[in-house]
Nanobody, 122 residues
Framework: QVELVESGGGLVQAGGSLRLACTKD????????IAWFRQAPGEQRELVAV???????NYVDSVKGRFTISRDNAKYTVWLQMNNLRPEDTAVYYC????????????????WGQGTQVTVSS
């Protein structure tokens, strides 16, 4: 049972940047794929990006070229660098362990964290 902690959100103007962090002490970071999800008001949860244990990545089309997911297993941290932010990126962002780079099914024993709010103004 794992609950990851998200941080780094905030209010930013369109075109600006934010760097989100996802962290939790534990050896699972050495082998687990990690995904960022987001949920906007009135919308369903959406997969944003996934990074495998080996560093391979997968992104939703709407963020390709703007967002970069990376990881530092020694620090038990997964990052989401978000550049050229748009108002439609406004959402609460969550990270979770998932089954595979192309299978965003989260571990059934894990808990969702409180997320971090990203607000992009126009």
């Amino acid at each position: 049972q794992v609950e990851l902690v998200e941080s780094g959100g905030g209010l930013v103007q369109a075109g600006g940047s934010l760097r989100l962090a996802c962290t939790k002490d534990g050896s699972f970071f050495a082998y687990s794929p990690i995904a960022w999800f987001r949920q906007a008001p009135g919308e369903q949860r959406e997969l944003v990006a996934v990074i495998s244990s080996g560093g391979s990545t997968n992104y939703v089309d709407s963020v390709k070229g703007r967002f970069t997911i990376s990881r530092d297993n020694a620090k038990y941290t997964v990052w989401l660098q978000m550049n050229n932010l748009r108002p439609e990126d406004t959402a609460v962002y969550y990270c979770m362990r998932v089954m595979d780079l192309y299978d965003p099914t989260w571990y059934p024993t894990d808990f969702w964290g409180q997320g971090t709010q990203v607000t992009v103004s126009s």
